[in-house]
């Protein structure tokens, strides 16, 4: 009898440590899908798409500074020519 | 070494109750944590799993380092060696008799473990059916259609002003890729299960071919000796025939999980295809 009640209280006590502990990088968070569009803080243009992302089509403001390459939805035809 | 056999016996005895008893008073309290969970990664359940899982390994290597210290190094004298193996073998016997028990109960408390992918699976579709057609440019307000599941944030044209609108899938969405080998696994294991039998038939018919080549040793008949010859080929041959099988069933099996993998998430094929010329080389491999 003593014996079974110290095998139940490891378990007990991993149970209880496995409650407390903090999940390692926080609590999950669900998110929504959302849209919404950059438009320059310059001039107020959005972005078209046959303008390329990088740069403002109207007063040249610089979006990003890396030169795009190929992945799996952006291509190397949306940097601002 | 009669009292040090019995000692040991003893032990590994009541590391046995021990073992039982912890596993079984384990495994409802696994199976009630698996289905109350509402964690994303049900990360409560996998710690208390690896924390019973632990204490198991605790037992068995407890077990094995009393019998190395204890029997494998037990001094004897020079005329009793014969005895001291046979009283080795036997400790090591009951040895494993324990680790054959920490191995099923492992196996159980991995069973605990259920998870239905399709659920996730089919809830990620169903959002994007509503998804769909909900957004509206925020430039000129004119409907984006997202035109298939992304599992990415990407960028969506507006058809009629041709701004870019950011896409950010939901967080579910975005665990497409993190999902999609589990749910190919879970649709293809029974070919993974035709696949890892294969080692115990091989192991079933070469047993049965020893056994009968060992009946031949004081056979004097000659027909008889004759008949289990032909019987002793076909068991090799059958054996043999397995053994040639056993990597087309594991590529079979991959065809398929990666065909399924790229059925969920076409976008990432070119990648899953790298990932399973990898797997197979490994597999040649080893």
């Known amino acids: 009898m003593e014996e079974k009640k110290k095998t139940l209280s490891i378990l007990e006590k991993m149970k209880q440590k496995a409650m407390e502990q903090k999940p390692y990088g926080g609590e999950f968070l669900e998110e929504d899908a959302k849209v919404n569009a950059r438009t320059c803080s310059n001039c107020g243009a959005g972005r078209a798409k046959q303008d390329g992302l990088t740069h403002c089509a109207y007063c040249g403001f610089e979006f990003l500074s890396v030169k795009l390459s190929d992945g799996i939805n952006i291509k190397k ?3 601002s020519r | 070494m009669q009292e040090t056999k019995e000692r040991f016996f003893l ?6 109750d021990k073992l039982t008893e912890f596993a079984e008073a384990a495994i409802p309290e696994l199976i009630e944590l698996n289905n109350a969970d509402t964690d994303e990664f049900k990360r409560k359940y996998h710690l208390v ?6 204490q198991l390994e605790s037992i068995i290597k407890k077990a094995r380092e009393v019998y190395e210290d204890k029997i494998t190094y037990f001094p004897y004298p020079e005329s009793k060696s014969s005895a001291f193996y046979l009283f080795r073998n036997e400790c090591q016997n ?24 399709e659920i996730k699976y089919q809830k990620i579709l169903d959002e994007y059916a509503i998804i769909q057609n909900k957004f509206h440019c925020s430039q000129c307000g004119s409907p984006v259609v997202v035109d298939k599941l992304y599992f990415t944030t990407t960028y969506i044209s507006c058809a009629s002003c041709g701004t870019r609108n950011t896409f950010e899938p939901s967080t579910q969405a975005k665990m497409l890729e993190h999902l999609g080998r589990d749910l190919a696994e879970q649709r293809t294991k029974h070919l993974l299960k035709a696949y890892e039998e294969i080692p115990g038939k091989m192991q079933e018919l070469y047993l049965k071919g020893h056994k009968m080549k060992l009946s031949l040793i ?7 000796i004759q008949q289990k010859n032909i019987q002793i080929q076909e068991i090799e041959k059958a054996h043999k025939e397995l053994e ?3 990597p087309q ?5 991959l065809r398929a999980m990666f065909d399924e993998w790229n059925k969920i998430n076409p976008d990432m094929q070119q990648e899953h295809e790298k990932f399973y010329n990898r ?3 490994d597999h040649k491999i080893h």
Do not use: M, P
């Open chain 2, 49 to 54: 799993k690896s924390g019973v899982l632990g």
């Open chain 2, 249 to 253: 069933l594991y590529q079979k099996y």
């Open chain 2, 94 to 117: 009951r040895l494993s008799e324990l680790e054959e028990l920490d191995r099923a109960y492992r196996t159980k408390i991995e069973d605990t473990f259920q998870e239905d992918y």
């Open chain 1, 77 to 79: 035809e949306d940097n």
């Open chain 2, 244 to 246: 040639e099988k056993s």
């Open chain 2, 11 to 16: 032990f590994i005895e009541k590391l046995e």
């Open chain 2, 279 to 281: 797997l197979l080389i």
């Open chain 2, 218 to 224: 004081h056979e004097k008949d000659k027909n008889i």
